[in-house]
Every structure is written in C-alpha cells, then in structure tokens.
C-alpha cells in the first residue's frame, strides 16, 4: 500500500513562508506527476500546483502564480511546496498527490491525509 505523507504545515503571519513536503511510503512505485491541492473550510478541494515528471514541467494556479513553487525529485516520489507571501486567504488543509496514470499525469490516485496551513492577518 502506497502512502503519501505530507508535513511542513502549521501557523504563520501573513507575509510568511512555509515550505511543505511530500515523500511516498510503502511499496515503491512509478509517478507520472504529483501535485498539491487545497480545501479551506466550507470550500472545494482545489488544484495549487503541479509537476509533471517527463520534461520537469510545472503548472501552478492563477491565485498562487509568483508566490509558490513547487519541485521534487521523481525517483524519490518527493515533492515540495514553497510558500511565500502567504495571506490569510491561503488558510488550508493541503494535500499532496501523485498520478500513476501514464496517460495523464494529472488523474491524481493517491492521496495524502493533509496538512493544516494557517495564516493570521
């Protein structure tokens, strides 16, 4: 059983910087691309960022373009979130994911539990 395993989150003043990270547990597996979504309080799950390992190609969300990036390292099923400029309004539970679909790297499978973002003004 794969289990993906997010840590990095917590409570941070508006302006501040967290970085969030992503390892796989488990058997080993092949990823074609992973991913960080969020879902605030009362609100859908939404995409934030992605990798697509062939090509190294990254994808973000208009609201996060400037502030976030994210990276990895493809044979270690690892991907990283950094934060900055975070706002209140970036209050979350992130969740990371990974797609073992070769035909779309976006059909994310597997899940993370989440981890708490939480940004006072």
């Known amino acids: 059983q794969v289990q993906l395993v997010e840590s990095g989150g917590g409570l941070v003043q508006a302006g501040g910087s967290l970085r969030l990270s992503c390892a796989a547990s488990g058997r080993t597996f092949s990823s074609y691309g992973m991913g960080w979504f969020r879902q605030a309080p009362g609100k859908e799950r939404e995409f934030v960022a992605g990798?697509?390992?062939?090509?190294?190609?990254?994808y973000y969300a208009d609201f996060v373009k400037g502030r976030f990036t994210i990276s990895g390292v493809n044979a270690k099923n690892t991907v990283y979130l950094q934060m900055n400029s975070l706002q209140p309004e970036d209050t979350a539970v992130y969740y990371c994911?990974?797609?073992?679909?070769?035909?779309?790297?976006?059909?994310?499978?597997?899940w993370g539990q989440g981890t708490q973002v939480t940004v006072s003004s």
């Open positions: 994911a990974a797609s073992r679909d070769s035909s779309d790297w976006r059909n994310f499978g597997s």
């Open positions: 990798i697509r390992w062939s090509g190294i190609r990254t």
